[in-house]
Nanobody, 125 residues
């Protein structure tokens, strides 16, 4: 059973940086899609970034491209999201997600069966 645990959220002023971490446990296969999603109050969940654990291909939403970087440390089984140049509109609960994949790309629109509990990011102006 895959388990995910996020950490690293907090409060920061606009223009600042945060790094989110997601410790992953229970991976049994070689290829998973892993991603970061966020949800602000009153808004739909938004896919932020994804990474393929087999080929390390990445995807970013237009709203974070050039500011956020997704990465994975295989030895530590940990997923990261480095967030720079943060904006107040980045304020949301951020979730780590994962699912086994048989494809070479990872969309934010695909189904993810494993989710973490979330970590809050608040950016003040």
């Amino acid at each position: 059973q895959v388990q995910l645990a996020e950490s690293g959220g907090g409060s920061v002023q606009a223009g600042g940086s945060l790094r989110l971490s997601c410790a992953a446990f229970g991976f049994r296969y070689s290829s998973y899609c892993m991603g970061w999603f966020r949800q602000a109050p009153g808004k739909e969940r938004e896919g932020v970034a994804t990474i393929h654990t087999g080929n390390y291909g990445t995807y970013y939403s237009d709203s974070v491209k050039g500011r956020f970087t997704i990465s994975r440390d295989t030895a530590k089984n940990t997923l990261y999201l480095q967030m720079n140049s943060l904006k107040p509109e980045d304020t949301a609960m951020y979730y780590c997600a994962a699912d086994r994949t048989w494809t070479s790309t990872c969309s934010t629109e695909r189904e993810y069966n494993y989710w973490g509990q979330g970590t809050q990011v608040t950016v003040s102006s």
